[in-house]
């Protein structure tokens, strides 16, 4: 019995290293292959790959946010000035037909829909009061609106056809 135990164990050890020997040419062949085959960067690939990781915002707080916060506001200011909204028309019902009645149009966000009633405290403050209020943003108990609707590349003209439109053509 002693004997079969010794021949087992020698031709497990034999199959062992067998296998080992295996795993070891496999392993270098697969290196040798890998090394012969160079792969190209496609560059297309890699910018589209760093346009999806890219951040899509960015995070203010404190003075030293405050400070940030307003050179990127800024910075988007002056990136828009180059840029003409809607192809610079000055046709106020355009404008609030693209941009405006998202939330003029359903009240969202607090913003009064084309109703005479829902204007009336407004209108007594100006048309002026509400053009600024519109180039500049405002935030009021009743809503908020954006500076130039939320889109920087509005110009100051736009801004106030727009509004002289809307105001022309309440209900």
């Known amino acids: ?21 295996v795993a070891l040419l496999l392993i270098v062949l697969a290196v040798l292959v890998t090394r012969s085959h160079p792969t190209d960067v496609d560059p297309g690939a890699q910018s589209r790959l760093f346009e999806r990781i890219a951040p899509v915002g960015a995070v203010y707080a404190g003075e030293t946010g405050a400070a940030a916060a307003a050179a990127a506001a800024a910075a988007a200011a002056e990136a828009a000035k180059g840029q003409v909204a809607y192809d610079g028309t000055l046709d106020g019902s355009v ?77």
């Open 1 to 21: 019995m002693h004997n079969h135990d010794l021949q087992f164990l020698k031709r497990f050890s034999l199959a062992i290293a067998f296998l080992v020997v």
């Open 95 to 171: 404008i609030y037909g693209k941009l405006c009645t998202a939330c003029h149009g359903t009240g969202a966000g607090g913003a009064p829909v084309l109703e005479k009633a829902a204007w009336t405290a407004r209108i007594a403050q100006g048309e002026e009061t509400l053009v600024k209020h519109a180039t500049e943003g405002y935030t009021g108990s009743a809503g908020l609106m954006p500076a130039r609707g939320g889109n920087p590349s509005l110009s100051d003209e736009q801004v106030q056809v727009t509004v002289k439109w809307m105001l022309e053509n309440l209900k």
